[in-house]
């Protein structure tokens, strides 16, 4: 495979994204950096048609858009490992989902591999490619890149489509390819991406102990902390740490105190909002949250059994176990409940008949 071309003018963009038009595949990457933003800084796209790496710096570009045809291209599969960050990343700046997909993360998870498995460690054994590791941990935001740089960001998709090539046909081999491309498909939805803010307590450290009120104010709270770092985009963390958004929610507005548990300046500026928020919330009811509840000692031996037999069948059948089942899925299944990825389609056929089987013998 030739070298990389880098690419920092839109001329050159909007040319090379011409030349790739009708390519029936492409391989893609991103590069970005969210430390000190709530929103991504796209910095850098590879992008590869298996001949050549294109290293586009986003910076310069300030917007994929010249690619933006061919990333939605229905007739062009754009290929990834571990998408789902790059998708929203994508989605955030193009204002659209790529796609379609393929992802060879999860179809490696298909033949075995661990559900998150790296790049690197597929690359090699599947293709008995050594990359380079040695700029992991580069900053993507400051410039000028070295070619140094470059030629690592340029290996994460030079060998992306033949690791593709190479894993699809183990998967037509064992008929799982549909199972794969389901998956896929599923990352294409855009509620996975959508601003979410009456959910963002879930991502709270710390929620699943809150109960009745408490739980209310939480999810008033990190509502209210969600919508505040998108508006300044800030991290949440220099909003308010998920600490002390669970400690003000225990403690509640009584009495003004709660205050204490805030750093002075975010009392100061946000002290009457946020006791406002406490307030309000304690006249609502807490989101229901059966998945949480703690189960009895039959269903904590039932569920150890399910999950051993889940795990069995996993190496029985070469998946990662992960990717069958998680254990908050098998507890929701002895708990009742019905409606769950391990009770349809492919999952369900491996190992979803047998461990309802096993909950309704209990």
């Not at 993360?105 to 380079?132: C, F, H, K, N, W």
């Not at 690791?163 to 183990?170: I, N, S, V």
């Not at 102990?209 to 902390?225: E, P």
């Amino acid at each position: 495979m030739s070298e990389y071309i880098f690419i920092d003018r839109a001329d050159e963009a909007e040319a090379l994204a011409r030349e790739w038009a009708g390519t029936p595949q492409l391989a893609v990457d991103t590069e970005f950096v969210r430390e000190s933003t709530y929103r991504a800084q796209l910095c850098l796209m590879q992008i590869s048609d298996g001949e050549r790496a294109a290293c586009i710096d986003m910076l310069a570009l300030e917007s994929p858009g010249p690619f933006a045809p061919l990333l939605t291209d229905p007739a062009v599969r754009k290929v990834f490992h571990s998408a789902r960050q790059d998708i929203e990343v994508l989605y955030e700046h193009l204002g659209a989902i790529p796609g379609p997909i393929w992802d060879t993360q999860i179809a490696a998870a298909m033949l075995g591999y661990p559900d998150q498995v790296g790049y690197t460690q597929l690359t090699g054994a599947e293709l008995g490619v050594t990359l380079p590791k040695d700029h992991a941990r580069t900053d993507w935001s400051r410039r000028p890149l070295s070619d140094e740089q470059l030629r690592y960001a340029a290996a994460d998709v030079m060998w992306l489509l033949p690791l593709a090539t190479r894993l699809d046909e183990q998967l037509e081999t064992l008929g799982r390819r549909d199972w794969a491309a389901a998956e896929c498909a599923a990352l294409l939805d855009p509620t996975l991406y959508d601003f979410d803010a009456g959910g963002a307590w879930r991502r709270v450290k710390g929620a699943n102990a809150l109960r009745g009120s408490a739980l209310a104010r939480l999810v008033a709270l990190a509502a209210w902390r969600e919508e505040e770092a998108r508006r300044s985009d800030r991290p949440r963390r220099w909003i308010l740490k998920d600490e002390a958004l669970v400690a003000l929610a225990e403690r509640g507005a009584a009495g003004g105190e709660a205050l204490q548990v805030l750093p002075s300046a975010v009392a100061r500026r946000h002290g009457d909002a946020l006791l406002a928020l406490l307030a309000a919330a304690d006249e609502h009811a807490a989101p229901s949250r059966p998945a949480y509840e703690r189960m009895e000692p039959a269903q904590e031996r039932l569920a150890r059994k399910l999950m051993a037999v889940l795990r069995e069948l996993a190496e029985k059948h070469r998946v990662s176990t992960p990717l069958l089942a998680t254990r908050k899925e098998v507890e929701a299944l002895v708990k009742g409940e019905r409606d769950l990825p391990l009770l349809r389609g492919w999952r369900r056929e491996l190992a979803g008949d047998r461990l309802l089987a096993l909950v309704d013998a209990d």
